[in-house]
């Protein structure tokens, strides 16, 4: 059964802490997607990947954010230093060239700072 | 750029009562349409897509919605709701790059 992986399910960090966020696609998945859920904002899209080349990271804060897929089967989205503002769910989706098919969704990663 | 518009943040509604989620969308460009269901807790899974070919476009677990492109709408519908359809609903649109924005969501609570 094909999934997106996302680790860990749950993060409690202190401010200032680094965070790293990894994600495994769907293996022949060659778009991956990262994005920020919170009740205020709703689902935003920080960054997509593909072929593992950045497409678009407009959404994400440059500052503290950063995304990378190191190879095909791990993408990472970074926060140093994390702080409260960070707190949300971050959900990593992936899915074939030509996404007008479907993007399958990760479970999430939910992190608090604190 | 693209982006969308969702009308309802909550929608209560007895169950086996008709319901409809609004969506309304904007973009310079081509795009496709899809409509997204989130359960407590979980990542969000396709309920169904608009790409092109008929406006009507039928999905899982009984949803349908209708692309209507002068009203740049794409509005879920479900003839009868069950305790299970509660949840959260996402109209999204993606675009010939792939990017993929999502609406703000519709929270549809249905009672007994």
């Known amino acids: 059964d094909a999934r997106v992986t996302q680790t860990p399910r749950d993060k409690v960090t202190e401010m200032g802490q680094e965070v790293t966020m990894r994600c495994q696609p769907i293996l022949g998945h060659n778009t991956v997607f990262w994005y920020r859920q919170t009740m205020m904002q709703g689902l935003e899209l920080l960054a997509y990947f593909r072929n593992r080349a950045p497409l678009d990271d407009s959404g994400m804060p440059k500052d503290r954010f950063s995304a990378e897929m190191p190879d095909a089967t791990l993408a990472t989205l970074k926060i140093q230093p994390s702080e409260p503002r960070d707190s949300a769910v971050y959900f990593c989706?992936?899915?074939?060239?030509?996404?007008?098919?479907?993007?399958?969704f990760g479970q999430g990663t939910r992190l608090t700072v604190v | 750029a693209q982006s969308v518009t969702q009308l309802d943040s909550q929608v209560p509604v007895f169950e086996e009562a008709p319901v409809e989620l609004r969506c309304n969308y904007s973009s310079s460009v081509s795009v496709y349409l899809f409509w997204y269901v989130q359960y407590p807790n979980q990542g969000l899974q396709l309920l169904l897509k608009y790409l092109s070919g008929s406006t009507l476009v039928k999905g899982i677990n009984g949803f349908e919605a209708e692309f209507n492109k002068s009203q740049t709408s794409f509005h879920l519908r479900k003839p009868s709701v069950h305790i299970s359809d509660t949840a959260e609903y996402f109209c999204?649109?993606?675009?010939?790059?792939?990017?993929?924005?999502f609406g703000t969501g519709t929270r549809l609570q249905v009672f007994p």
């Open positions: 999204a649109v993606s675009d010939p790059t792939d990017k993929l924005i």
């Open positions: 989706a992936s899915g074939p060239t030509g996404l007008n098919t479907e993007a399958f």
